[in-house]
């Protein structure tokens, strides 16, 4: 009886240390603690878009060249498929400059509001074109920020916003910003009218994930949307390169000093200048599919908060 007795008890004792050992394990940590992107585009379409115009078939889009006019009709093609109204005769707004022959694309989303204030949502198709035997492609500079319009027409199929909302492809952004400039000073909407420009410039790759918006230090009413957003993704929103400070000042660095210059509110979203800046290596294949898809829909919400004060 005794052997037996003694069996229990260490049979008893091993189940027990074996229960507690088990018991005091660290809890194993999440693996992904961050939410799912519900989002509102196609994504299959922003990467398709961004490819193609980023592509050697158009020459780099360079202000005047037939490389430009193929980008101008895709523009035009893309904003029919989609709905998107003509804020001009056939979508374009010509200029000329020096020896230059340039248009400007503008769409025209009608807001749900039925009033005369006007939100333009920009990004420049022109780009460096052809240097030396080499195509300089532009894929983040900026064929991301045409694409991105594209994402935006999508949405607004579906989901008409308050204001009235220009989807303008402007012409001549690295010649010295001037279709943004003609833009402002001729076209058929009064100024008082415009009152937010959201310029998209650069904004599919990031090595630190930094999409910055520029823009608030002047235009104080702008910046508690900015400041309490919640980030997306792989993006981190940040206010920043406004000239205090804080890096280069990107105040006038795109088309959105045209709308400063006039005194329209702007924010300008972009990333940091990389090493392909302004070289033929700006291709397609050195976006960040995942940081330029979460960047888009980053932008589309901020959009919408906008759109919701009375601007």
Request: aromatic share 12%; with cysteine; charged share 25%.
């Amino acid at each position: 009886m005794k052997n037996v007795h003694f069996l229990y008890l260490l049979a008893f004792s091993i189940i027990f240390l074996s229960c507690k050992t088990k018991n005091t394990q660290a809890p194993k940590k999440p693996i992904n603690t961050k939410p799912i992107i519900n989002y509102s585009y196609s994504t299959e379409a922003l990467l398709n878009n961004i490819k193609t115009l980023s592509s050697d078939a158009f020459e780099g889009r360079r202000t005047g060249t037939e490389g430009a006019k193929k980008a101008k009709d895709y523009i035009i093609k893309y904003f029919k498929k989609l709905d998107v109204e003509s804020l001009t005769e056939n979508y374009t707004q010509p200029f000329t400059f020096g020896n230059y022959q340039a248009e400007n694309v503008l769409g025209l989303i009608k807001g749900t509001e039925k009033n005369r204030k006007y939100i333009v949502l920009s990004a420049h198709y022109d780009h460096e074109g052809i240097k030396n035997d080499n195509i300089y492609n532009g894929a983040d500079d900026d064929a991301s920020g045409i694409s991105a319009l594209f994402a935006f027409a999508e949405y607004f199929k579906t989901n008409p916003p308050k204001h009235n909302v220009i989807l303008a492809a402007f012409d001549a952004e690295e010649l010295g910003l001037k279709g943004a400039y003609h833009f402002v000073k001729n076209n058929t909407i009064q100024q008082r009218n415009i009152v937010l420009n959201l310029n998209m410039d650069m904004i599919s790759r990031s090595d630190k994930n930094e999409l910055f918006a520029v823009g608030t230090r002047y235009y104080t009413h702008l910046k508690p949307t900015i400041e309490n957003f919640k980030d997306l993704g792989k993006v981190d929103l940040l206010i920043g390169h406004e000239g205090l400070g804080d890096g280069d000042n990107w105040t006038n660095s795109s088309d959105h000093a045209a709308f400063h210059e006039a005194n329209i509110p702007f924010v300008y979203f972009g990333v940091a200048d990389h090493e392909d800046y302004h070289k033929p290596t700006d291709d397609f294949e050195r976006i960040d599919n995942q940081f330029y898809q979460d960047a888009v829909e980053t932008i589309i919400q901020v959009f919408l908060k906008f759109d919701a004060l009375e601007l």
